[in-house]
């Protein structure tokens, strides 16, 4: 972190939520005193980012960064003694800019300083649904080599005779009705279909869009619908159908 017109920008990124800025009164000095602040820090891809408590935001640490947060390490330290320790390594303005941009990003900061308290605007315990997924069938008329069936997280083996799962449209009318009552006072809600290859249970997925959009205008909502397939299946009635 830290900037000057010799050298390229900073390689830090600030990847989620920004921290709240700081007050103007407070600035800087000679005696300032500062200690490491709340956060994980964590490697990857060679390099260091921290992971900010409790804003939830990550940042990216360069060298300058990185070299303040080891330095403190040990305990707090004043501006001064930090110029110094890094005397030889980083110029001056380098360090205090950096100082003052991981300060404002609440990395560090006055040793007595109060921990701050995760934000009151979490989501609720009813927090409403307003998307579903069915996973109509694991049965593809496809065989490609790259698809999740051929791997470790496939739904069910039917290289050892177990034969392919269909939902049935009483599971299919119940998840319509799951979602409707869970998505509470929310208006709309919508419903993937899901695979496999989704055609291959075309009678189910006729059933389930009309008793969905039946029972969302009961509910005075309104519902829509996806379906991922592989579009080998499609015949001059079925795209007729077609929302």
């Known amino acids: 972190m830290g900037r000057d017109r010799n050298r390229a920008p900073p390689d830090w990124r600030k990847l989620m939520t920004p921290p709240t800025a700081t007050s103007s009164s407070d600035t800087m000095n000679a005696d300032t005193v500062f200690a490491l602040r709340d956060f994980h820090a964590f490697e990857a891809f060679g390099a260091r980012f921290l992971y900010m408590v409790p804003s ?4 990216r640490m360069d060298e300058c960064g990185s070299a303040i947060l080891d330095a403190l390490e040990s305990g707090p330290l004043s501006q ?6 890094l005397q030889g390594l980083f110029d001056t303005d380098r360090t205090l800019e950096t100082m003052a941009e991981l300060k404002e990003i609440r990395a560090i900061g006055g040793p007595d300083a109060p921990k701050e308290e995760a934000p009151k605007d979490l ?3 009813d927090f409403p649904l307003n998307t579903m997924v069915l996973n109509v069938t694991n049965k593809c008329n496809l065989a490609c080599t790259y698809c999740y069936e051929y791997g ?6 039917t290289q050892y005779g177990k034969q392919p799962k269909f939902m049935s449209e009483d599971t299919a009318e119940e998840s319509v009705e799951f979602l409707l009552k869970q998505s509470g006072d929310q208006p709309r809600a919508h419903m993937t279909f899901f695979g496999g290859e989704t055609l291959l249970n075309f009678p189910v997925l006729q059933k389930t869009v009309a008793y969905a959009r039946r029972r969302a205008a009961e509910e005075r909502k309104t519902i829509s619908f996806s379906l991922t397939t592989n579009a080998t299946l499609l015949k001059p009635e079925i795209i007729q159908w077609l929302p």
Request: proline content about 11%; glycine content about 6%.
């Open 152 to 157: 470790e997280d496939k739904i069910i083996d």
């Open 56 to 59: 939830a935001g990550i940042f």
């Open 123 to 125: 989501p609720p315990a």
């Open 80 to 85: 001064d003694d930090l110029v110094e320790t």
